[in-house]
T-cell receptor, first 115, second 108 residues
Framework: DAGVIQSPRHEVTEMGQEVTLRCKPISGHNSLFWYRQTMMRGLELLIY????????DSGMPEDRFSAKMPNASFSTLKIQPSEPRDSAVYFC?????????????FGPGTRLTVT | AQRVTQPEKLLSVFKGAPVELKCNYS??????LFWYVQYSRQRLQLLLR??SRESIKGFTADLNKGETSFHLKKPFAQEEDSAMYYCALKAGSYQLTFGKGTKLSVIP
């Protein structure tokens, strides 16, 4: 298994443009998480899904952010319109919620720069 | 609400010196604690979990419920230990709450 896959790895866009980040979780995992990492705030949970259903989106900064999980193997995080303060590394992670040993597996991240 | 605090943003130690990365948590339930590590240009990965009571790459961490701490320790630091370390708390079935991280720099 290639692990959690994210695309693109780097994204540079201008303020006001729409940005879509993509994630493919590990096959068989039933939970998916979107995080944002910045120097100031560290690693913040934006939203998580269980069995493709959004469970908690309280970490989503504002209405400009939206996330979907149309099926078990794909999720998107969209920012529309983007702003310079959205510049960060966005991580996707997946996990299996059963079993004695819990672990979230992270993707390589997407580094977003909004100019 | 749960909270994880890592008081040090940056910790620099000399090679061969002991290392202790501090982590304190706040949670009303029974905690499950983890340490994750992110090496340069690599993805975040699990280092160890308290329920396994294991030693990984020479690192250990003991859950102290009285002090609500889960400090990460290693007796002799190596250059390859230089990385970003995150303490995390599992609250509920799915969610991990992460601290803000400590960057460990091991000086040759």
């Amino acid at each position: 298994d290639a692990g959690v896959i994210q695309s693109p790895r780097h994204e540079v866009t201008e303020m006001g443009q729409e940005v879509t980040l993509r994630c493919k979780p590990i096959s068989g995992h039933n939970s998916l998480f979107w995080y944002r990492q910045t120097m100031m705030r560290g690693l913040e949970l934006l939203i998580y899904f269980n069995n493709n259903v959004p469970i908690d989106d309280s970490g989503m900064p504002e209405d400009r952010f939206s996330a979907k999980m149309p099926n078990a193997s794909f999720s998107t995080l969209k920012i529309q319109p983007s702003e310079p303060r959205d510049s960060a590394v966005y991580f996707c992670a997946s996990s299996w919620t059963s079993g004695a040993f819990y672990e979230q597996y992270f993707g390589p991240g997407t580094r977003l720069t909004v100019t | 609400a749960q909270r994880v605090t890592q008081p040090e943003k940056l910790l620099s130690v000399f090679k061969g010196a002991p290392v202790e990365l501090k982590c304190n948590y706040s949670y009303s339930g029974s905690p499950e604690l983890f340490w994750y590590v992110q090496y340069s240009r690599q993805r975040l990965q699990l280092l160890l979990r308290h329920i396994s009571r294991e030693s990984i790459k020479g690192f250990t961490a003991d859950l102290n419920k009285g002090e609500t701490s889960f400090h990460l320790k290693k007796p002799f630091a190596q250059e390859e230990d230089s990385a970003m370390y995150y303490c995390a708390l599992k609250a509920g079935s799915y969610q991990l709450t992460f601290g803000k991280g400590t960057k460990l720099s091991v000086i040759p």
